[in-house]
T-cell receptor, first 113, second 110 residues
Framework: EPEVTQTPSHQVTQMGQEVILRCVPI?????FYWYRQILGQKVEFLVS????????KSEIFDDQFSVERPDGSNFTLKIRSTKLEDSAMYFC???????????FGPGTRLTVL | SQQGEEDPQALSIQEGENATMNCSYK?????LQWYRQNSGRGLVHLIL?????REKHSGRLRVTLDTSKKSSSLLITASRAADTASYFC??????????FGTGTSLTVIP
């Protein structure tokens, strides 16, 4: 069964560094998403992406964040100048249609020291 | 805020019993999805129910949606120890944002 994959599974970085989280969505899906879950808290929407551009973003998704689909398979989230409070689990998701079932990857645990 | 809120926050039942979890939300939605999350793991999609649907089934899962009350319920019948997880509802509008609730932590005791 097709699934969303994410790499790395765990990323440790120093405060102020830049990180890139990678995702490979399901191949026939057209809509891509990033979510964040701080430990013990709810899953929060960050951004949705369609047709090579951001379609929606939350208040969390400020200038520190950017997304890119550098090729036909990868979808990346870049976090610049990381802060301690960026430590969280980051989930990538994809869906075939807008407002359709979103399938999530296993997540990348980001730890900022 | 459109965010769904699950109730109860925690539920503990014996294997074989049914588990019912509820989700309430505040604004109009296009659809509502239920997800399961095992501790420290990713989210597994369970069911999507659209705003014009009232009930959906998938195996031992039954989801209802009452848009007049802005609520949904997830029923797991004949629960198993492997059903132990956190269950989340996520509400979607006409766009692509989904709002997750805080989840119900279900423990099924063998």
């Amino acid at each position: 069964e097709p699934e969303v994959t994410q790499t790395p599974s765990h990323q440790v970085t120093q405060m102020g560094q830049e990180v890139i989280l990678r995702c490979v969505p399901i191949s026939n899906h057209l809509y891509f998403y990033w979510y964040r879950q701080i430990l013990g808290q709810k899953v929060e929407f960050l951004v949705s992406f369609y047709n090579n551009e951001i379609s929606e973003k939350s208040e969390i998704f400020d200038d520190q964040f950017s997304v890119e689909r550098p090729d036909g398979s990868n979808f990346t989230l870049k976090i610049r100048s990381t802060k301690l409070e960026d430590s969280a689990m980051y989930f990538c998701a994809s869906s075939e249609v807008v407002s359709g079932e979103q399938f999530f990857g296993p997540g990348t645990r980001l730890t900022v020291l | 805020s459109q965010q769904g809120e699950e109730d109860p926050q925690a539920l503990s039942i014996q294997e074989g019993e049914n588990a019912t979890m509820n989700c309430s939300y505040k604004t109009s939605i296009n659809n509502l999805q239920w997800y399961r999350q095992n501790s420290g793991r990713g989210l597994v999609h369970l069911i999507l129910i659209r705003s014009n649907e009232r009930e959906k089934h998938s195996g031992r899962l039954r989801v209802t949606l009452d848009t007049s009350k802005k609520s949904s319920s997830l029923l797991i019948t004949a629960s198993r120890a492997a059903d132990t997880a956190s269950y989340f509802c996520a509400t979607g509008n006409t766009g692509n944002q989904f709002y997750f609730g805080t989840g119900t932590s279900l423990t099924v005791i063998p």
